[in-house]
């Protein structure tokens, strides 16, 4: 059948269907970030720490840091590096232990060449502990991973490094304040990945301090919703890809 023409006699150009949008330029799924949760005051515990001890406030925010991430609708803590320090550990232990055990048994002199062993391969153990502890988990306190569906299997992995920045020697005084406070910095790192790593989705990195004395009232009493939200700040920034 011959295509109808209008008032003009020509016939109309044919129609083209409507092109769909690239699905390279649409972004990566985006899973819920920490500040989409919402905490009760009871779910809440009392943290107070001595403003005085650098360790008690980095500490502090360590495990509040870990709490908060490691809720259930965000990331899955991983123990690695905690599991590997243990096993080299109680290694270390079981060889004194087993070899003390043998050179009591046994007679000095033919015990000698055993103990030797045991004695240098106790040596390794604790030798190869503190040399994962400085070189490979280095400053990290928090490993987490979180997998979601939408369409395909996503993977996140975050890893978040902490220390503690000192007072420059112009603004040391006798009481703390948030002038003068040591900083609790961290780093994180960020990747979204599917197709088991394959492929990636996002990634990001970020590098942020504070003073320890917004956290952390006169009486050593910490804030947890002013910590947590800035922990929830840095981390949906970094898998936003807006860190720096």
């Given at each position: ?128 502990q503190t040399l994962y502890s400085y070189f490979v988990e280095g400053d990290t306190i928090f490993v987490g991973r979180r997998k979601t569906f939408s369409k395909r299997i996503i993977t996140e992995r975050i890893t978040i490094s902490s220390r503690t920045l000192p007072v420059s020697s ?75």
């Amino acid at each position: 059948m011959a295509p109808r023409k209008n008032a003009k006699g020509l016939s109309p150009a044919p129609s083209t269907p409507a092109r769909r949008p690239s699905s390279v330029a649409s972004s990566p799924e985006k899973p819920p970030g920490p500040l989409s949760i919402t905490i009760s005051p009871e779910e809440r515990e009392v943290i107070k720490v001595n403003n005085y001890n650098v360790s008690e406030l980095k500490n502090a925010c360590d495990d509040a840091l870990k709490r908060y991430l490691s809720r259930p609708v965000l990331f899955k803590q991983i123990h690695l590096h905690t599991d590997v320090r243990l096993a080299l550990g109680w290694a270390g232990v079981f060889t004194a232990a087993a070899t003390g055990l043998y050179g009591w048994k046994i007679d000095f002199e033919k015990s000698k060449p055993g103990v030797w062993v045991g004695f240098i391969l106790y040596l390794v153990l604790t030798s190869l502990q503190t040399l994962y502890s400085y070189f490979v988990e280095g400053d990290t306190i928090f490993v987490g991973r979180r997998k979601t569906f939408s369409k395909r299997i996503i993977t996140e992995r975050i890893t978040i490094s902490s220390r503690t920045l000192p007072v420059s020697s112009s603004k040391l005084s006798l009481k703390p304040s948030p002038t003068n406070s040591p900083s609790y910095s961290l780093s994180i790192n960020y990747v979204q990945s599917t197709s088991g790593g394959k492929s990636l989705l996002a990634k990001g990195r970020t590098h942020e301090a504070k003073e320890y004395s917004a956290f952390f009232d006169e009486k050593g009493v910490m804030a947890p919703e002013v910590f947590e939200r800035w922990i929830g700040e840095l981390v949906e920034a970094v898998m936003e890809g807006k860190g720096a």
